[in-house]
């Protein structure tokens, strides 16, 4: 119990390294501590070694299959390495087990968004707005999606969902504008490249549009 307190209290004060360290000493001593390479994973991901995280985390699917959050943590850390097919074959492990974790359907969604498949991609932005209404980053990322399907109404109204809840993301004033600007409503562009840069006054991209939208 003494040597858990430790090991716990080091990871809460970011000792990643000497997490690692203590985690390893004690799966030294039973190399079935699923709880040991679990908790190693987590150190790990947490210093972005990400590979060496997967194998703890299969480490630990292999000796408890029902450990908390494996399939999960491991999924996120696939994703981070851009193993996107992986990444989804954990992340919809993880929905069987726990049908209610948000960020499971959000981060495949995020996998489907880069693997180019849209439409799933926007189904599980969708499952993550039925548990989370006010979820920012999936309407965020799901406007995205119906942008490259050619939903522009859709987008759009993603896009202000973003804003609504968030006032201050200065990309989804920018992904408006863009696709305002693109359907030549070009007052709205300028309105909307307006309150990017009044949030972001470094936005070179927004300073060049709307003048463009200023000439046409």
Known sequence: LRRQRQMCIRDRISDYVGAISDFSKAIEVDKNLAQGYWARGLAKAKIDDFTGAVDDFTKTISINPNMQNAYYMRGLSRKELKDYDGAIQDLTKEISINAKNVNAYLNRGLCKKELGLYQEAIEDFNRTLFLDIKNVEAYYHKAGCEWKLENYDGAVKDYTNVITLNPNYANAYFNRACIKWNLSDYAAAVE?????????????????????????
Do not use: C, P, V, W
């Open 192 to 216: 909307d490249f307006s309150h990017t840069i009044s949030i972001n006054n470094t936005d070179m991209d927004a300073y060049f549009l709307r003048g463009i939208s200023y000439l046409l």
